[in-house]
Structures are given as structure tokens and as C-alpha cells.
């Protein structure tokens, strides 16, 4: 834990410093440069403006195109700085390969299955649609035989999923943004190893910054040790 609370403070000095530094910087330009503020600031709309049509163009994300156009043209120097520091990172081509090989494996397993879209166009001819759209923009299929069951309170899910994770005779996979050490969590990871000795297939996805003041930093070695 004091581990974890120093890494943590050594992040919040050193972001804190470059956020210090850029702004000493941008003092001391407005200063040097304040005869020339009009020609400043007309410069940098202009150069805002142009990096705003040049995300705009590209191919990425709509979502991750709006979390810089907003900052840019709020705060144009800063805003580019950071694009150009961070935005403009590309993947290496060893990554992308990576991707690549498991995007080719996983769309194998992904084939839709013409007889159940035939089964839901006679169903409801609309619902056949979205899932065809679905399935040609994300290349997921739809599935028959899955059913859904809703649990109206936090502790009527918690006692349904110790009962699915016991039954679990092959796999079990689980995702989660924020996982907390306590009792439910020590409950489920008690099962889970138990599954594992069993020769379950158990894997756990959880997002690393949502967990970062959650779980221990060395949460998946002691795991590995424990199973």
C-alpha cells in the first residue's frame, strides 16, 4: 500500500510540474510578446482552426476526435502542444501486427448464422435489420438460445453470480471497470481459484487506471502465485 501511495505522489509532482512549466512558459510568452497580442492571437485561431480540419479529416474515432477539438479550440497553444505530444503517437508496426493476427482470429469465430436472421425477418422484419447493420458494421452476430434475466437489487446479483461461477465447468470470464477488495471480491476470487484448480478457464478483465487505487499493485503475480 505505501508503495502504491508513493507511486501515486510521484505522478501527481511530475504532472503537476509539467502543468507548472507550461504555464511559467505561456506567461513569459504573452509578456515578451505583448506588442504583438493581436498577431498572437489571430495566429493561433488560425493554427487551431487548421489542426481542427486536419483531426476532422482523419480516420479515427468520432469520440477521441472530439476530446481534442474541444481543448484546441479552448486552449489553442496548449491544446496543440498536447496533440502534437500525445495525439500524434502511431502504433508500431509490431502492435499492429499483433492486432492484426487476433483481429483475423476472432472474426473466424464471428460468422453469422443466415437460418437465425431468416428465423428473426419472420419474426420482426425491423429487429432483422438492426441486427444485420450490427453485425456488417461490427462484425458481431446475433445468436439464438441466449436469454437474459434481470436481478432488481446488488445483492440478488451477487448471490445469482456466486451460483452461475460454482456451476462453471469450462470457462469463466468476467469484466469489470473497478474491482475493490472486500467481500464480495475475496467471496468471487475464493471461487474462481477453486475453478481453476478445477481446469476452469478463468480470465478477468478490469480497466488498470479504475483499479489503480482499488487493487494492489501487484495484484495478477500474486494471483499467479496463489493459483
Request: hydrophobic share 45%; glycine share 4%; charged share 20%.
Given at each position: 500500500?505505501k508503495?502504491?501511495?508513493?507511486?501515486?505522489l510521484?505522478?501527481?509532482?511530475?504532472?503537476?510540474?509539467?502543468?507548472l512549466?507550461?504555464?511559467?512558459?505561456f506567461v513569459?510568452?504573452i509578456?515578451?510578446?505583448?506588442?504583438?497580442?493581436?498577431?498572437?492571437?489571430?495566429?493561433?485561431?488560425?493554427?487551431?482552426?487548421?489542426?481542427?480540419?486536419c483531426?476532422?479529416?482523419?480516420?479515427?474515432?468520432p469520440?477521441?476526435?472530439?476530446?481534442?477539438?474541444i481543448?484546441?479550440?479552448?486552449?489553442?497553444?496548449?491544446?496543440?502542444?498536447f496533440?502534437?505530444?500525445?495525439?500524434?503517437?502511431?502504433?508500431?508496426?509490431?502492435?499492429?501486427?499483433?492486432?492484426?493476427?487476433v483481429?483475423?482470429?476472432?472474426?473466424?469465430?464471428?460468422?453469422?448464422?443466415?437460418?437465425?436472421?431468416?428465423?428473426?425477418?419472420?419474426?420482426?422484419?425491423?429487429?432483422?435489420?438492426?441486427?444485420?447493420?450490427?453485425?456488417?458494421?461490427?462484425?458481431?452476430?446475433?445468436?439464438?438460445?441466449?436469454?437474459?434475466?434481470?436481478?432488481?437489487?446488488?445483492?440478488?446479483k451477487?448471490n445469482?453470480?456466486?451460483?452461475?461461477?460454482?456451476?462453471?465447468?469450462?470457462?469463466?470470464?468476467?469484466?469489470y471497470?473497478?474491482?475493490?477488495?472486500?467481500?464480495?471480491w475475496?467471496?468471487?476470487l475464493?471461487?474462481?481459484?477453486?475453478?481453476?484448480?478445477?481446469?476452469?478457464?478463468?480470465?478477468v478483465?478490469?480497466?488498470?487506471?479504475?483499479?489503480?487505487?482499488?487493487l494492489?499493485?501487484?495484484?495478477m503475480?500474486?494471483?499467479k502465485?496463489?493459483?
Open positions: 500500500m508503495k502504491l501511495i508513493s507511486i501515486l510521484s505522478r501527481a509532482v511530475i504532472f503537476g510540474s509539467l502543468i512549466v507550461q504555464l511559467f512558459t513569459i510568452l509578456l515578451k510578446f505583448s506588442n504583438y497580442s493581436v498577431y498572437f492571437i489571430l495566429g493561433s485561431i488560425v493554427v487551431s482552426l487548421i489542426a481542427v480540419l483531426i476532422v479529416n482523419n480516420r479515427q474515432n469520440a477521441y476526435k472530439l476530446a481534442w477539438i481543448p484546441i479550440l479552448i486552449f489553442p497553444i496548449l491544446g496543440i502542444s496533440y502534437l505530444l500525445f495525439g500524434m503517437q502511431k502504433v508500431n508496426k509490431r502492435v499492429i501486427k499483433k492486432m492484426k493476427e483481429e483475423i482470429k476472432t472474426n473466424s469465430m464471428l460468422i453469422q448464422d443466415i437460418t437465425i436472421i431468416q428465423k428473426l425477418r419472420n419474426q420482426d422484419i425491423g429487429i432483422a435489420n438492426q441486427a444485420n447493420y450490427i453485425y456488417n458494421a461490427s462484425h458481431y452476430p446475433i445468436y439464438q438460445n441466449t436469454t437474459v434475466e434481470y436481478l432488481s437489487s446488488g445483492e440478488m451477487f445469482r453470480l456466486k451460483e452461475e461461477l460454482l456451476k462453471a465447468k469450462h470457462y469463466i470470464f468476467l469484466e471497470f473497478i474491482i475493490e477488495e472486500g467481500i464480495m475475496n467471496t468471487i475464493d471461487i474462481l481459484i477453486k475453478k481453476v484448480k478445477q481446469g476452469v478457464d478463468v480470465r478483465l478490469y480497466d488498470d487506471v479504475g483499479c489503480l487505487r482499488t494492489p499493485y501487484n495484484i503475480k500474486s494471483l502465485v496463489t493459483v
